[in-house]
């Protein structure tokens, strides 16, 4: 007889790990026990199952939970192993479902063994959307619409879309077509997988995006297509592959007529996730609130109790019960009539830095509040001035770094350049380049511009990877400058200056000098634009990290937290892992996003002083 333990370490909560295990409370071949083993609510759950048998007994049992136990994404280790004495119980785990539903039941769209029954198109009941399934309960995700689809139903709707070229699904409050949106609700165009065996002949994809994607949580995931790709002319794309079970059987029938890929937009409500320190994160919340439950979190007092900050309510309550500092923290998205105004701050303040810094070290690096010191935060955002805050021994906030506003439109960024050091080779760029200056001058950027992406935009148009007649979005010049990067394998690459400028209130960059060291190699032959756009997140990354040892000589940095939702770009992450994870413990916080409800969590422990400005 042996006494064996199996364990799924997940970086957050998984409600249909949960579930499960308390359906094998119910398995009668041995006396089974589980549990959840957590340091830190914010920190890494164990799922473990415990069992007691003989070996072709476990065997069994072990076969069953590996078909049973579905790759999530937050899963980052699992393993079995003998143990003396069993520490699991006979009680229930709380499952609290990542999204709200009709049914407290109902854990996923679907499982592993509904799945087979409704959506192989060689199964008897292919196509029965309210099939019963006693282990998810996804019918009970059904609304009364959705239920009234039948097979018929929907090869209808797959073939309107195939000679129409569109389809308003609107029991999914989504649409589809065969070619790009002329107005696209995202910056990112996003696709609908529809058949995945055919996904590496499209887009270039590692295995950790691969299992994302057919993970149970179905995510958006980003993608750059193959090199010279007749059909997908974006530089990067957000694909996913069937996340409902109306959507599935959909991309089914469309598969079955010989469609590899739709473009989807709409209220799909799916993660979007970013991949940072060999783990995945979740970039941000639905933006639904109805379909946003509340997480639950035993935390340390903070500073406030309450607080609605950047879409979102936070509030912590004591622990009656206990003289102990933790108590229940929730966060949930708000509506919008219950939301208050956005943040409104100027470059000078730091308190969204501040925030994203306080909510990262909750990560089982302080039990109180006073004991938040000693560490800094690089907050890289598009919607929020991107910063380098430091926290010293005493738990006091100051700003070290801040992204400058860029100038918002080409002729002022190259009258800039032109009054600038960098006037000379700014001269060669325009009279080598002609096409490209002409393109610098047709350049508007639009909304924040104290953020990477305004710079990668820029730099993306400066090295030519704007092969269109007219200048694309910025967003589309950002994305082609990352796509660009993510091609280049080389050893080498050069070194692009990101020199600081010292201003009254905290250091910034030097904008000119970055963007005419980049012109400087193109001017002087260096033609492959990939190299270059390596060589920006590679030398920032450099940057970066002699930044934060300079910071660690002063006030001495035991923690650099990473938030932002620019932490997407995967190699510019990549790189800073490699510069700056070799000297500091990188920290983030995965059970919350990287921009979004974080900042109101974080919020309850900054300071009243800087946020009476909300």
């Not at 966060?331 to 969204?352: C, F, K, M, P, R």
Request: aromatic content about 8%; hydrophobic content about 40%; charged content about 20%.
């Amino acid at each position: 007889m042996k006494h064996i333990r199996f364990e799924f370490t997940c970086s957050r909560q998984v409600p249909l790990y949960a579930h499960l295990c308390n359906q094998y409370l119910n398995y009668d071949a041995l006396n089974i026990s589980i549990g959840c083993d957590s340091q830190n609510d914010f920190g890494p759950q164990t799922y473990f199952i415990e069992a007691q048998g003989e070996q072709i007994q476990l065997e069994q049992l072990a076969d069953a939970i590996a078909a049973d136990f579905l790759i999530s994404v937050w899963l980052v280790d699992s393993g079995i192993k003998v143990i003396d004495e069993p520490q699991g119980q006979r009680t229930l785990l709380e499952v609290v479902p990542t999204e709200a539903t009709q049914a407290d039941k109902s854990v996923a769209a679907f499982c592993q063994q509904c799945y087979p029954r409704f959506g192989d198109n060689q199964a008897a009941q292919f196509g029965q959307l309210d099939l019963t399934c006693p282990c998810c309960h996804g019918e009970m995700r059904l609304t009364s619409e959705q239920k009234a689809l039948t097979l018929s139903d929907l090869k209808a709707m797959a073939a309107q879309l195939i000679s129409q070229g569109t389809l308003d699904l609107t029991s999914e409050s989504v649409q589809l077509s065969l070619a790009p949106f002329t107005n696209p609700t995202s910056a990112r165009p996003q696709l609908l997988i529809c058949n995945p065996n055919t996904l590496n002949a499209h887009f270039c994809l590692k295995d950790h995006q691969v299992i994302a994607l057919s993970s149970i949580e179905k995510p958006l995931i980003c993608a750059r297509p193959t090199q010279a790709h007749e059909k997908l002319s974006a530089p990067l794309y957000d694909i996913c592959f069937g996340y409902s079970r109306v959507v599935l059987v959909l991309a089914e029938v469309l598969r079955q007529k010989g469609i590899d890929w739709v473009y989807l937009q709409g209220q799909h409500h799916r993660p979007q996730l970013a991949w940072v320190e060999g783990a995945w994160a979740q970039l941000s919340s639905p933006s639904s609130a109805q379909l946003q439950t509340v997480k639950h979190f035993h935390a340390p007092e903070p500073l406030r109790e309450e607080i609605r900050f950047s879409g979102f309510k936070a509030k912590w309550q004591a622990n009656k019960k206990t003289r102990s500092h933790q108590g229940l923290l929730s966060v949930q998205a708000l509506t919008s009539t219950d939301n208050t105004a956005e943040y409104q701050g100027d470059e000078e303040d730091h308190t969204i830095a501040d925030t994203a810094l306080f909510a990262t070290l909750l990560n089982g690096k302080f039990t109180t509040h006073k004991q938040a010191k000693n560490a800094a935060v690089i907050y890289l955002s598009h919607a929020h001035p991107s910063q380098i805050v430091t926290c010293d021994n005493k738990g006091e906030t100051s700003l070290f770094f801040a992204l400058p506003e860029l100038p918002d439109n080409g002729y002022e960024i190259f009258h800039c350049l032109d009054s600038s050091p960098q006037k000379a080779v700014a001269q060669k760029f325009k009279s080598q380049f002609p096409d490209d200056y002409l393109k610098l001058l047709s350049l508007k950027l639009h909304g924040r511009r104290d953020n990477l992406q305004s710079l990668w935009a820029i730099a993306a148009v400066l090295i030519g990877l704007n092969p269109q007649e007219e200048t694309q979005s910025p967003a589309y010049l950002s994305d082609a400058l990352l796509a660009a990067a993510m091609r280049y394998h080389g050893a080498n690459a050069p070194r692009i200056d990101y020199p600081l400028t010292k201003g009254e209130a905290h250091r910034s960059l030097n904008w000119c000098k970055t963007l005419g060291t980049l012109l400087s190699f193109r001017v002087a032959g260096h033609s492959d634009p990939s190299q270059l756009a390596f060589a920006m997140q590679d030398s920032l990354a450099d940057y970066l990290a002699n930044w934060l040892e300079h910071i660690d000589l002063n006030i001495g940095v035991h923690n650099i937290a990473l938030a932002g939702n620019e932490l997407a770009n995967e190699t510019l992450c990549k790189r800073i892992s490699l510069r700056l994870g070799k000297n500091f413990p990188l920290l983030l916080n995965r059970s919350l996003d990287l921009e979004g409800d974080n900042l109101a969590v974080g919020a309850l422990y900054v300071k009243q002083r800087q946020l009476n400005s909300l």
